[in-house]
């Protein structure tokens, strides 16, 4: 089967590689497991990869052992916003994903929201309020504004962990009490109705390319941290939807993408309206969950890439901004 990316990848020449997983953020349980994964299959193709926690160890270790390169398997905050980014580049060791700016921006979706709305890409409607701002009055004006259901998330997370699907007004003060627990600002979303779907992306700029779209159907419509990570129950699709739609759909992707100046890999989270089949951006994340129920080694699989080799791949990609 061809394949999107060369696989042709020698993996003895890669160096000493430093696979980065666990950190400090809420999202450290599926970073372990996704590192973990990551650091076997760089393993069992003949890569001299090397465990490392940045909560455990400095990172200038990184430098005086000797590490080439980093494979960024962290989640959540200090992994994916830009930070643990921004101290490679300083130490000089090329890294997986993308750079700083652009995981500083994907990791905001208040920030990825406004950037793709002042392109004209479709994202639902929103509002962001601080915290001061989040009165018992404000609060019960925004299902007013956004209409119900409202979705209440802190932007600044991943893995669905705080998100709330508010159905009336009176979830919302539980809401917006969960997502603060999680940030200071809340972003509160117009409820898509519709399936939901993901689309990951490889590669940079106008090389890059779209991965097939996954149709997914958790148990009762919520997709929440337990139905990603948990069970088995949940459902993903290839090949739901009509072969034009998901034509579309790749080359919004691609395009909301390469607006955030994203590189390596990523991928979008988005919503189909069942009304009239319009695909609408939630979200991009740039480095990727990589445990047995991740999205992005499924859709590579689709392309007869197996879970080694996509490793093998990421890696081969690592460098620094400045380069």
């Given amino acids: ?3 999107p990316v060369d696989l042709n990848i020698d993996a003895t020449a890669l160096g000493k590689v430093a696979v980065l997983f666990g950190g400090t953020s809420a999202e450290r349980p599926v970073s372990l497991m996704s590192g973990n994964g990551v650091l076997a299959a760089l393993q069992s193709i003949g890569v001299d990869a090397h465990a490392f926690d940045p909560a455990e160890r400095p990172l200038q270790a990184l430098k005086d052992e000797g590490f080439a390169r980093a494979f960024i398997a962290l989640h959540g905050r200090g992994g994916e916003d830009g930070t643990i980014q921004g101290a490679l580049e300083w130490l000089g060791i090329p890294y997986t994903g993308s750079g ?27 509002l962001a309020l601080s915290r001061a701002e989040l009165t018992r009055e404000r609060i019960r004006q925004i299902p007013d504004e956004l209409g119900l259901p409202v979705i209440v998330k802190p932007p600044h997370e991943g893995s669905s962990i705080g998100i709330t699907k508010a159905a009336g007004y009176s979830d919302m003060q539980g809401a917006v009490e969960l997502a603060l627990g999680f940030d200071d600002e809340l972003l509160f979303e117009q409820c898509i109705e519709g399936p939901e779907l993901t689309c990951a992306v490889l590669g940079e700029g106008e090389g890059a390319v779209a991965l097939p779209v996954i149709e997914i159907r958790a148990e009762a419509g919520n997709y929440d941290f337990a139905n990603k990570y948990e069970t088995d129950t949940t459902q993903y699709l290839f090949g739901s939807l009509p072969a034009a739609l998901e034509a579309d759909i790749g080359r919004l992707v691609l395009h909301a993408y390469r607006l955030l100046g994203c590189r390596g ?14 695909p609408f951006l ?15 080694p499924k859709a590579a699989q689709a392309l007869g890439i197996d879970y080694p080799h996509l490793c093998l791949w990421l890696l081969s990609q690592a460098r620094l901004d400045r380069a």
């Fill in 265 to 278: 890999w990523g991928r979008a989270d988005l919503m189909l309206r069942k009304a009239d089949m319009k």
């Fill in 282 to 296: 939630l979200e991009m994340n740039t480095s990727p969950g990589m445990t047995s129920h991740s999205l992005v």
């Fill in 100 to 126: 700083v700016t652009a995981s500083g921006v994907a990791m905001d979706k208040t920030m990825t929201k406004r950037v793709w709305a002042a392109e004209g890409l479709t994202t639902p409607q929103y």
């Fill in 1 to 3: 089967m061809n394949t």
